[in-house]
């Protein structure tokens, strides 16, 4: 196996090489001063299953590119296979036409991905299950819930309550909420605009009670600061926690959390941020899942009898 990373998340990369016991694969990465990206391995694969991690940043485009060309010249260098370890999926908010003459843009970061070369993606907490569907090739989509279920088991809240922010997200929170034991309640959400929510109801019972927001990412924050809101309306309890697979926090998001006041806010870290970033931020890693499903992968053994 050789383990070779982008430029998205240094940090990243190199615990996921300290988890696997393994050297970080020589990579030459570099852009030209016209903006073009360029890729050259420094030492041979032929015949090797590489892995490449590389995760969507604040600059998803530029990591896609690099990405692209990493999968290229491995396949071109008679890389025997090339599986893709990318734990933000881009453009997975774009899983469908929402309205006339859009694109299905998750569906084309599938099929470049494949014709780039990859012959399986690892990623984790994709924002709907149909992304899976898009791809003619192996994918590995993770469920980081049990990182935030052991998280919060630890911290021993009395009657929390699991909040899903809007009625798409349910799912996700119900299973949430059953690692936990605790109860759900959902939000109905209006969009007016993009990055703009209105919390218009809460069904299920929060006063007087722990709330924890959950859901896949966390953008401008824009859902989650109203839905704080909303909650302490309706007499939730003050100390209001919110989590999320991805903090992207992109725009105002950060200048806004140091002013909205919740407890915690967890996140893990598939994208790179600072750890102070805000009071009460908390990032949760995730290296040593990636790199207990890598070693299954590499002798050929269930994925899945990893949250057994």
Known sequence: MHLFAGSSHPTLATSLAKELAVPLGKIELKA??????????????????VFILQTATLQ?????????????????????????????????????VAAPREPISAKLIAHLLEESGADHVITLDLHSDQIQ??????????????LF????????????????????????AKKFADMLGADLAIMHKSR??????????????????HCILFDDMIDTGGSLLKAR???????????????????IFSGKAIENFRKAEFKEVVVSDSLPIKHTAFHGLKVLPIAPLLAEVIRHIEKGESVTDIYK
């Open 192 to 209: 007016p605009a993009h990055h703009e929510a209105e919390i218009i109801e809460v069904v299920g019972d929060i006063e007087g009670r």
């Open 133 to 146: 569907g898009f791809f003619a090739v192996p994918v590995d989509a993770l469920d980081a819930r049990p």
């Open 60 to 96: 998803p485009d530029e990591c896609l590119i690099e990405l692209f060309l990493m999968c290229q010249a491995a396949k071109l260098s008679f890389a025997s296979t090339v599986h893709v370890v990318m734990p933000h999926f881009a453009y997975a908010r774009q899983d469908r």
């Open 32 to 49: 030209f001063s016209c903006g073009e990206r360029y890729v050259r391995y420094l030492e041979s694969v032929r015949g090797r299953d």
């Open 229 to 247: 809101q909303a909650l302490l309306k309706r007499k939730a309890l003050p100390d209001v926690y919110a989590a999320a697979t991805h903090g």
């Open 149 to 172: 279920a052991a998280y919060f088991k630890g911290k021993k809240l009395k009657d929390p309550v699991v909040v899903s922010p809007d009625a798409g997200g349910a799912k996700r």
